[in-house]
């Protein structure tokens, strides 16, 4: 299989710049393509998977490469936005395994290069929310997790997913710090994880994942507060309990398990009705769901959204 990010050469041979297509070409594209159309040149001999399309947010103008990768959220690497641009330097993307295990019938870890052969690559022009009320619209390139899912064959007491990342304090010196409990854990419900907009990422703006972004692989699930998609991950576990994540631990009044967009439902500190997308001045109205309630809300159907946060 041909894949555009990892060629037919191993990643550890080739640098970014061979990797991906004319940046330059693809800017002009991203400015004014229809979804299908993006797909059709950038990856002109993948089968794209079902499911990209305008609907997911590709008509919103897209953050500048400069913010998306200097102003990030990364406590690896400290707590200020620009900490992570200038430190994350240390971490060594290669040699990188992914495991897979819990409950599953085929535990297996896979190495990175390995990896980016699974499946398709896609791109996907997605919107980032931080609970911090601002937000980037990103494009991402990856595939939906679910594939990697099916790969490993979840048991039927898989109920819930946790993704784990590198924990090595000389690679990221942030962890000599006790602000979060290390390694940085995340979840998700198993029916949210096998979600088709719940994507494994590889890279963004058409290049590798700069390591500031959560290199070499990383979540991305766009209804969902922004520190759900954890980074520079090692370890996906399915379990039958309800993961605790490093955030919950951190702040259980502040930070759901849920975590889901919402502008009905305050952070303790803050509003969260109205967010501030990075390069714009004034602030606009937060979506449901972050702008993916047709796709999503189905999923918490019946569910007390104040009380689940
Ligand atoms: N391992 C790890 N993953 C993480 C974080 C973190 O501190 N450590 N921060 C989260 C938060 S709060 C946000 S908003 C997003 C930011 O992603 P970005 O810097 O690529 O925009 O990453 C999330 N993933
Ligand atoms: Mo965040």
Request: hydrophobic share 40%; aromatic share 12%.
């Amino acid at each position: 299989m041909k894949n555009p990010v990892a060629g037919n050469i191993p990643a550890s041979e080739i640098t970014p710049r061979e990797l991906f297509y004319n940046r330059r070409r693809f800017m002009q594209m991203a400015a004014g393509a229809s979804a299908a159309f993006l797909a059709s040149k950038v990856f002109a001999t993948e089968k794209l998977s079902a499911g990209t399309s305008s609907a997911y947010g590709l008509t919103d103008k897209l953050t500048p490469l400069e913010d998306v990768t200097r102003y990030n959220n990364f406590y690896e690497f400290g707590t200020g936005k620009e900490d992570p641009a200038r430190l994350a330097g240390s971490l060594k993307t290669r040699p990188w395994t992914l495991s897979l295990e819990g409950e599953v019938h085929k535990p297996k870890t896979f190495d990175i290069d390995e990896l980016l052969k699974l499946a398709p690559m896609e791109e996907r022009i997605y919107r980032l929310r931080c609970v911090e009320a601002w937000s980037m619209v990103i494009p991402w390139i990856g595939f939906p997790l679910s594939e990697l899912l099916k790969k490993v064959e979840p048991t039927s007491k898989a109920k819930f997913v946790e993704f784990i990342t590198l924990h090595d304090p000389e690679q990221m010196p942030g962890q000599k710090t006790t602000v979060l409990e290390w390694p940085y854990r995340e979840g998700l419900r198993i029916d949210e994880a096998m979600h088709p907009l719940t994507l494994l990422t590889f890279g963004l703006y058409g290049e590798m994942l700069p390591n500031q972004n959560g290199a070499p692989l990383r979540m991305v699930i766009p209804w969902k507060y922004g520190f759900k998609s954890a980074k520079s991950i090692v370890k996906i576990r399915l379990t039958e309990q309800q993961p605790v994540t490093s955030w919950m631990k951190a702040g259980p009044n502040e930070y759901g398990f849920y975590a889901n967009v919402n502008p009905a439902v305050d952070h303790p500190r803050w509003s969260q009705a109205k967010e501030r997308r990075i390069g714009e001045f004034f602030k606009r109205p937060t979506l449901a769901f972050n702008g993916y309630a047709d796709q999503v809300a189905p999923l918490y159907a019946g569910m007390d959204l104040s009380k689940y946060f």
